[in-house]
């Protein structure tokens, strides 16, 4: 096993074809065959769907892509590392919450590219749990998360807290709710929430049940604007940061309950494996950045 063979192997998947795998890697196209034979026959695996158009990985193939992926990651990281000083290149991968709104990332992801141009940024979204078994599993080299008030971070992974944020519960005026309301006024009401996964969602199931009060979900979506309209219409109560709401088309639609004992708050943080190495500028960069509007003075 060789890493010519991992390249020709990704490049294959990425591209999903031999042409123009070799394209991208200025091969001919036998010599992508060859090593993607190769490799197929160091760890004794099909690992490519030869009878699909384009060409996708099997089973085994697609654990094959992750790892590869992972290794040909390290070695630019290697590099990088070890060459005389220059800009710096490669892949930045971040991952983000859903909550964080679009304004909150602007900024850091405009530094970043300002100040490392030659970075490729690959931004994906998920909940929290999920992100932070990315970092874990470097699949991921940082993430921007929230958690519920009073939960850590787990202690293998590096994290810088950026404070408290508010979160606002919303319903349409139709709704009826009193306001300020009581975690019993709100139990009588359906909820339009994120989908299943989302560790805020667990948090808030988790106040109502020690409450022995129901947590019904009426409606559940990953997106934050279909939320927000669904709460418009009435569908239940949902849940919005501040700047999310100020930006949201919905905002003048939806009412904000004030509760007297239920104070729903969560905490951001940045987290990434020890050591950062090559990555260290970029991820104090977006830090920096994220504090900052986060934090606006």
């Known amino acids: 096993m060789n890493i010519p063979d991992i390249q020709a192997f990704v490049a294959v998947v990425e591209t999903g074809s031999i042409v123009a795998a070799s394209t991208r890697l200025n091969l001919t196209q036998p010599a992508v065959t060859r090593r993607v034979q190769n ?4 760890v004794g695996k099909t690992l490519l769907d030869r009878h699909s158009k384009p060409l996708k990985p099997t089973t085994a193939g697609r654990s094959a892509y992750e790892h590869g992926r992972r290794v040909l990651h390290s070695i630019e990281n290697m590099k990088a590392e070890v060459s005389p000083e220059g800009e710096l290149s490669g892949e930045f991968r971040l991952g983000v919450m859903p909550y964080l709104s679009n304004a909150a990332l602007s900024l850091p992801i405009d530094r970043l590219r300002a100040e490392f141009p030659r970075l490729s940024l690959k931004v994906g979204s998920g909940w929290s749990p ?6 874990q599993r470097n699949e991921i080299d940082a993430a921007a998360i929230c958690l519920a008030e009073g939960i850590k971070p787990p202690d293998d992974l590096v994290s810088q807290s ?3 944020q508010n979160v606002l519960l919303v319903a349409a005026p139709s709704l009826g709710i009193r306001s300020p309301a009581t975690l019993l006024d709100l139990s009588r009401h359906p909820w339009v929430m994120n989908e299943s996964g989302c560790g805020y969602r667990t948090f808030m199931r988790e106040t109502f049940d020690a409450a022995r009060l129901p947590f ?7 997106s934050s604007d279909l939320r927000l309209s ?12 501040p700047s999310a709401l100020i930006e949201s088309q919905w905002r003048d639609a939806v009412t904000v309950i004030e509760t007297v004992d239920f104070h729903p708050k969560v905490e951001v943080w940045l987290l990434h494996r020890p050591p950062a190495g090559r990555l260290a500028d970029p991820i104090a960069r977006f830090g920096q ?4 509007a986060l ?3």
């Open 295 to 297: 934090n606006p003075v």
């Open 289 to 292: 950045a994220l504090s900052e």
């Open 230 to 241: 669904l709460v418009a219409r009435g569908m239940g109560i949902g849940i919005i940061t």
């Open 130 to 135: 999920r992100l932070i078994e990315q970092v």
């Open 216 to 222: 019904d979900i009426a409606v559940e979506t990953i």
């Open 39 to 42: 490799l197929e026959s160091a």
């Open 162 to 164: 950026f404070g408290l």
